[in-house]
């Protein structure tokens, strides 16, 4: 079978059969929506990680474990949403990866709605300190953090939290974003760097902490205007400052066609190129693209499964996200044993993809990156929302809807038989997948358009008029029926 897609052959074999990864976007919830389906069976090797080496000669896993996505305990609240994290089963995880070679765990004062941070710390204080590298970062987002006080307090409250004296990885989190003031105006990507990091002392700080050995790694994690990310790195080249690492929104689509997904972004071939040209060490966020890169539709799952029919969908993703010698470690957000699993296996050690290999994923991402989805990777900045609304819980299945086919025009008064019967399904399909995956009170129609959203997100997404357009959707096809 040739590997070559056309936009018409992919969009035409488009169908229900895509392989469920939810937990993989799930971001600590309970939602027991996944299964091992697609999942690698086997053995979990031990002893085998891929490891790649940092700065210092230190040797770290190729994958890392991303703290943002950790299973809940179940609660009756509504949705889940303040569910507390399942500690129990975290330090099971975290055990298990341990065991099998991964070594690096990567946090944030906001992951899991502000429990990761002391949920990893729990996790991590069982083990010995030198077992493990951790990763924080200095989320001073909003500007009522960006007081140097606010951001010291921010910077002290993770040591306490991960229960550690030294920090072996610490990051600017999402530079490249706008965000609003006090006043309520839009602050410019460049502005709100400095104000976060540069006129509140904070990047000089933390150079220093970094002197004295409280900080064992020091870079940033970036999203958005590529401005920023140049001109951080044209500070390295000026001799002012240097970065130990930088994370970046990798995977296959990513590489090459970032932008034809949202318009804001830059390819990470350039943005990798940029930094092992500089000899930065680079961490990988996204590697699945917010799970969208397992629920690809059928064609696409058939030529992966007739190249490897023991392999993942995901595998294909974690071993491109891994491919590059520069890259130091691949962050996956696992909230399952099963996802941890196979992605170990994908890691122990890493298959380099071939030539051909590589054709195949291009061609893949190619007609991809041509599909109208929502760029969101569920980080879940955007939450709570203050109505209530799901809102990666929106896209997610508006995208996974598209993906499949489900999201079609009308048939019209002309339309053939056969049209109208898959207009029906389809729409049936999209409505019931609906109501069943968002509660009514959480759904698209609920947005007033605050505007409290957008600035949050990281990919730059109109929340507020994807919601509209969304809502007309969902109105269309009920007063179709």
């Not at 203050?386 to 299945?397: L, T």
Request: net charge negative; aromatic share 8%; charged share 20%.
């Amino acid at each position: 079978m040739s590997n070559n897609i056309d936009r018409r052959t992919f969009l035409k074999l488009a169908g229900a059969g895509a392989i469920a990864s939810a937990a993989v976007a799930a971001g600590c919830n309970t939602k027991q929506e996944t299964t091992a389906e697609g999942v690698s069976l086997g053995e979990v090797p031990v002893g085998k990680m891929t490891m790649r080496e940092n700065l210092h000669g230190e040797q770290v896993s190729l994958l890392g474990y991303g703290c943002m996505r950790f299973p809940t305990i179940e609660t009756n609240s509504e949705a889940q949403q303040n569910a507390p994290l399942d500690q129990d089963a975290i330090n099971e995880l975290v055990d298990y990866a341990i065991a099998h070679g991964v070594n690096l765990f990567d946090t944030a004062p906001p992951y899991c709605k502000g429990q990761s941070e002391h949920a990893t710390g729990i996790a991590l204080s069982r083990h010995k300190r030198e077992d493990f590298f951790v990763s924080t970062k200095l989320s001073n987002h909003s500007w009522q953090q960006w007081s140097r006080e606010a951001s010291m307090a921010m910077y002290h409250n993770s040591m306490k939290e991960l229960q550690v004296d030294y920090l072996d990885y610490y990051m600017l989190h999402s530079v490249g974003g706008t965000r609003t003031d006090a006043d309520g105006n839009e602050v410019e990507p460049l502005e709100v760097l400095k104000r976060r990091f540069f006129d509140n002392g904070m990047l000089d700080f933390l150079c220093e902490e970094r002197e004295k050995g409280r900080i064992h790694n020091l870079g940033f994690s970036y999203h958005g205007d590529i401005s920023v990310f140049d001109y951080l790195l044209q500070l390295q080249d000026q001799g002012k400052y240097h970065w130990d690492h930088v994370l970046i929104q990798h995977n296959y689509v990513d590489w090459n066609h970032s932008k034809l997904i949202n318009p804001r972004n830059t390819n990470s071939s350039y943005l990798y190129g940029e930094l092992a040209k500089r000899n930065i060490p680079v961490f990988v966020m996204e590697p699945l693209l917010g799970g969208q890169l397992v629920n690809l539709n059928d064609h696409a799952i058939e030529l992966l499964k007739e190249r490897d029919p023991q392999a993942s969908i995901a595998s294909w993703a974690f071993r491109f996200a891994g491919q590059q010698p520069r890259i130091l470690t691949v962050l996956s957000g696992m909230t399952y044993m099963e996802h941890l699993q196979d992605n170990i296996r994908t890691y122990s050690p890493l298959k380099p993809l071939n030539d051909e290999e590589l054709s195949m994923l291009e061609d893949i991402a190619d007609v991809f990156a041509n599909f109208k989805t929502v760029p969101c990777t569920d980080c879940k900045y955007c939450m709570p929302c203050p109505y209530g609304i799901d809102i990666p819980g929106v896209f997610a299945h508006y995208n996974k809807c598209l993906n499949e086919g489900d999201v079609i025009m009308g048939p019209g008064d002309d339309a053939a038989p056969s049209h109208r019967k898959a207009f029906r399904q389809a729409r049936r399909r999209f409505l019931v997948g609906y109501d069943r995956a968002i509660p009514s009170v959480r759904q698209a129609d609920h947005c007033i358009g605050c505007q409290r959203c957008v600035n949050a997100c990281p990919q730059g997404i109109d929340i507020p008029s994807q919601m509209v357009s969304i809502n007309n959707h969902v109105e269309q096809l009920k007063q179709s029926m």
